[in-house]
């Protein structure tokens, strides 16, 4: 599998999207700042640096990325879990924590099945 480097760009792409998305959106909706809405952003952020080294097969970047995606998907699973109520279904929150999270299991995937292919090919 040649494709773990792509997966990590568009994923941060992906985490920097969602969390300007949150931050502008609570903004203009509610005139509130809130940082911690730019979590994911700062994950992205991090991972996109990362995409370099794990093309150039460095394993502990590689590493780095897939503990950085597993924590990130872990608290996502949590605060999801956490706010889980009538009022939360259906909130922008809502679809912001699942689809993350979503996405965030999907590429843990992709990296151990590029782990997993790498080691056989050794």
Known sequence: MKTPHKVN????IFLL???LFGFIVRYTSDGD???TSLIPAFFGFILLFFTKGIKNDNKVIAHLAVVLTFVLAV???YMFVKNLSA???GTRKFFIFLVTGLVSYVVLGIYVAGFIDKKRKA
């Open 9 to 12: 760009y568009y994923y941060a």
């Open 75 to 77: 608290v996502v699973t």
């Open 87 to 89: 009022d939360f279904i």
């Open 33 to 35: 700042i809130q940082v």
């Open 17 to 19: 999207l969602i969390g």
